[in-house]
DNA sequence: AGGGGCCGTTTACGGTTGTAATCCGAGTGT
DNA sequence: ACACTCGGATTACAACCGTAAACGGCCCCT
């Protein structure tokens, strides 16, 4: 998929609209307008820009309109991710593992899950 | 430390001047430039912006200037990471870790070192 | 001494981002 | 009908970014 950019503020409300959809205006603002200190335009704006990248669609809902996603989260996160490990990481991801296992507190089963998701891995190679 | 942004080509100049350094204005453009097609001002452009945000520093050297780090790569590694964290993977460093786990190839060592910084992690719990 | 080069500095310019205020049309209460 | 309000659309504006040309000084060759 053609890949836009997404900002940081812009991945707010992409978050939440993955979260739960489809959301008016009022939705959106009320849920990150006061989180974020972020007047009612301002919200408002991103949405309005977040259309026009062609990452959320609206659809009239009587005098309003409703949002939703029309790229899949997945999507947004593995080029955010590819972006990262590349710009961060010089595209090792044994290096970006190692740095956020090292510095990451993790609860057993989170650890027990990794673990898992290694040995997987293992068998693939 | 006081965190500056450092832009995704900036962070190209930044890495090879953590890799090695100082280095004159000519030899990150020998380094970089023909990469990435950048015209010899374009990276001038750079390393004074980067200077400006105080991230690089520069000593006379005769006539021209070396330029080197003023920031640990660390550091910056550290705030980078930490706002994609934030924004990419809500604040979850399981579930980044999950996903680069999934979606990267790693060798049978890289495999094996990652276990065993998983076991350390186990320990420190 | 004059012309090139090389090098750092300044200026340029369009696009993106954060952050909003303002505008305008439609529905609503009186 | 008329003022008011709510919501989307338009306009604003400074900082940052990618990308680079233009400028001005210093050193070297001829």
């Known amino acids: 998929m053609a ?7 812009e991945w707010q409300v992409m978050n ?3 979260h739960q959809q489809p ?11 006061e ?3 972020w007047a009612v335009s301002t919200v408002k704006t991103m949405l309005h820009r977040l259309v026009k990248k062609g990452v959320l669609r609206f659809d009239q809902q009587g005098t309003r309109y409703v949002y939703s996603p029309r790229v ?12 990262f ?10 290096t ?3 740095h956020f296992l090292k510095t990451s507190r993790l609860s057993a089963d ?3 899950d990794l673990r898992r998701i290694l040995d997987q891995q293992e068998e693939r190679s």
Do not use: H, M, Y
Request: proline share 2%; charged share 25%.
């Open 96 to 98: 970006l593992l190692a």
């Open 3 to 9: 890949t836009v950019q997404i900002s940081e503020a």
């Open 35 to 37: 989180k974020n200190g």
């Open 110 to 112: 989170e650890i027990a």
């Open 72 to 83: 899949r989260r997945a999507d947004c996160v593995r080029d955010e991710s590819r972006s």
């Open 85 to 94: 490990l590349k710009r961060v990481f010089a595209g090792e991801p044994a």
């Open 16 to 18: 939440l609209l993955w």
């Open 23 to 33: 959301l008016t205006a009022q939705e959106v603002i009320a849920a990150l307008g």
